[in-house]
């Protein structure tokens, strides 16, 4: 017989952070979505494996079918756990089995006033408290560094710091980390940085010549319609208003 005291003790509620990848919807055409993500898919091979998906559906008026669409998410590794949506389309995800989630938004903190604030009122200058210890800097992981050449089918993953590779990144390797990246050689696999959705994390690479690259799930594949001016240079990627700058890095020429 299970006394009352362990039934109380079998389990703790606890908070947890989250990361989630989001998937905006901008159609309601299951076929033209379910052929979108497996696309995606192909181009970002391991990028978005097995991330956790809300979808947003905000942007919608009609509903997918959610039935269809589910088991092709699941079927590309994308587990689906929440749904943004608003009205009807709720209403039909929630049918679905989907549960409506709110995602946090960026602050506004840099955002200029419509109208400047009031003047300061003067003030007698208040007695000067004593000084406080400063705080201790947060602790961070350090760099992993790789001193070798990566080939085909070799994978890093820098997990909560930068990664430095000291050598050449071969196509058909792949380079994450949860911080910044660097690649003091070709690079020409993949590399993805903020893997954890650090906005500001970077790339540099003194020789670009990669498949792929990504930062905080922003990616761009290096195609034919890519500059073919910044390949073989020195650069600097980073994220600029959810899309990826590109800067040419003159101090390695």
Do not use: C
Not at 10 to 19: G, N
Not at 36 to 64: N, Y
Not at 92 to 106: F, I, N
Not at 224 to 244: G, P, W, Y
Request: overall charge neutral.
């Amino acid at each position: 017989m299970t006394s009352k005291a362990n039934t109380t003790n079998a389990l703790i509620f606890k908070s947890a952070s989250l990361f989630a990848l989001r998937i905006v919807l901008n159609s309601s055409d299951t076929a033209t979505l379910k052929e979108a993500i497996s696309r995606k898919m192909t181009e970002a091979g391991s990028l978005f494996k097995d991330e956790a998906v809300v979808l947003d559906a905000t942007r919608i008026s009609e509903a997918p079918d959610w039935a269809a669409l589910i088991p092709h998410l699941q079927a590309n590794h994308l587990p689906v756990i929440g749904v943004m949506a608003e009205g009807a389309v709720l209403d039909s995800a929630r049918k679905a089995g989907l549960v409506p989630v709110t995602l946090s938004t960026p602050s506004n903190a840099n955002r200029v006033p419509d109208e400047p604030p009031p003047a300061p009122i003067p003030q007698a200058a208040p007695a000067k408290p004593e000084p406080k210890p400063a705080p201790e800097a947060p602790q961070t992981e350090p760099a992993l560094v790789i001193k070798r050449q990566l080939r085909s089918g070799q994978r890093v993953y820098a997990r909560n710091s930068d990664l430095i590779v000291i050598g050449a990144v071969g196509r058909g390797a792949e380079i994450i980390a949860d911080g910044n990246i660097h690649v003091y050689g070709p690079l020409r696999g993949k590399a993805i940085a903020g893997a954890r959705g650090n906005t500001q994390a970077r790339i540099f690479t003194t020789h670009l010549d990669a498949e792929l690259l990504a930062i905080a799930g922003i990616y761009r594949l290096i195609d034919a319609d890519f500059n073919q001016n910044l390949i073989r240079q020195s650069v600097i990627v980073e994220l600029e208003n959810e899309s990826l700058s590109f800067i040419v890095n003159n101090e390695h020429k």
